[in-house]
């Protein structure tokens, strides 16, 4: 990679000045750490505060937002990237000229992340119905009730078809009424539809966490190795921006998935990290990294796609359809309306960014 078959465009070599950028990406490492850590402490900090909750209306408004922020970033930034790097011309005509390596890899990307969301879910989902039966296992103080009430059962021609309960006999020789254990202990513990939407978010997180993770490196190692302050400076308004609302959605993911404090914290540390290490990463190998090299190039390219695959499924079924065709959104209007511009507008400024970066 570090091969220096081909150069950087004669615009960028005009304005290169490495002290400039060095200040400028210490700048960049503290805005963009700083913008990531709130943006993923908000909803975990402030998720027992009313307005935070994440059943409330602003809650939802501002995750639409953010989902906007991440569908513009995986169509607008993340795959025309990765295009221009597999179609640059430093590249051999021979496979990259000849078919769009992009698009193909960001479609296999999306379908790849549908059969792990797909199985990690059905695994969590088997997982909680296998706690839930047993905790619905009948236990020995009822073993010892139902042996003295079982021989007194009598049939009640008005019982429930739906078996709701059955009708016994006491040993006073007054009826009452005995309900499904198992049923009781479903309601007690919570599980049954509830349970199933927590392990759904347990999956949405660690996957959108992986999509994020791997183009915040992509873009930390771009920002790194630039000395051209010309690049730099759009750049930090930019990444700070993006974080924060990256951040804000994946953090509203982990909230709902019901993680404990500690896991909570690594995962949202562990994303508020990635970025700035990456571009200090990148100031250490700026000196013999030529990111115009055609081995750079198609690295660069394929993981691009590989992100905008990602981020555009999990952005579109994960966050966008699951939240926009619940129960909840088709029965307030005023929500409809607010998370639908909330969402076009995250989309619309992410996208309008592209014009500086």
């Known amino acids: 990679m570090s091969t220096s078959s081909c150069s950087g465009s004669p615009e960028l070599e005009a304005c290169r000045d490495e002290k400039t950028a060095l200040i400028l990406k210490i700048v960049a490492i503290a805005s963009i750490f700083l913008a990531g850590t709130l943006g993923s402490a908000v909803p975990l900090v402030g998720k027992n505060w009313r307005l935070l909750k994440t059943d409330?209306?602003?809650?939802?408004?501002?995750?639409?937002?953010?989902?906007?922020?991440?569908?513009?970033?995986?169509?607008?930034?993340?795959?025309?990237?990765a295009m221009s790097a597999l179609s640059n011309p430093c590249l051999p005509e021979i496979p990259w000229s000849t078919f769009p390596f992009a698009g193909f890899i960001a479609m296999m990307a999306a379908l790849t992340t549908l059969l792990a969301d797909f199985i990690t879910t059905q695994y969590y989902e088997s997982k909680h119905k296998n706690k839930?039966?047993?905790?619905?296992?009948?236990?020995?103080?009822?073993?010892?009730?139902?042996?003295?009430?079982?021989?007194?059962?009598?049939?009640?021609?008005?019982?429930?078809?739906?078996?709701?309960?059955?009708q016994i006999a006491s040993v006073d020789g007054q009826y009452g009424q005995m309900h499904d254990h198992s049923e009781s202990h479903s309601h007690s513990h919570g599980f049954g539809d509830d349970t199933d939407s927590v392990a759904r978010h347990v999956v949405v997180s660690q996957v959108l966490e992986l999509g994020i993770v791997s183009h915040s490196i992509i873009i930390g190692l771009s920002l790194g190795v630039s000395q051209s302050p010309c690049?730099?400076?759009?750049?930090?308004?930019?990444?700070s921006f993006h974080q924060f609302f990256e951040g804000f959605a994946l953090s509203g993911c982990i909230s709902e998935a019901r993680f404990g404090m500690l896991r909570s914290t690594v995962m949202a540390f562990f994303f508020a990290i990635t970025t700035p290490l990456s571009v200090g990463i990148g100031i250490g190998i700026s000196s013999f990294y030529n990111p115009n090299s055609?081995?750079?190039?198609?690295?660069?390219?394929?993981?691009d796609s590989i992100s905008a695959g990602i981020l555009v499924y999990m952005a579109l079924v994960d966050l966008i359809a699951a939240e926009f065709l619940s129960k909840r959104m088709g029965s307030k209007l005023g929500d409809q309306m607010v998370s639908f511009i909330a969402l076009f507008l995250g989309a619309g400024l992410m996208a309008s960014l592209a014009t500086w970066t």
């Open 132 to 166: 839930q039966i047993k905790t619905s296992k009948i236990e020995p103080d009822d073993l010892a009730f139902a042996s003295v009430v079982v021989p007194l059962v009598v049939k009640d021609d008005g019982a429930d078809e739906d078996g709701g309960g059955i």
């Open 56 to 81: 409330s209306s602003f809650f939802f408004a501002i995750k639409a937002f953010a989902a906007g922020v991440i569908l513009a970033t995986g169509f607008v930034h993340m795959l025309p990237d």
């Open 294 to 303: 055609p081995k750079a190039l198609v690295i660069e390219g394929i993981l």
């Open 231 to 239: 690049t730099i400076r759009p750049l930090l308004g930019a990444l």
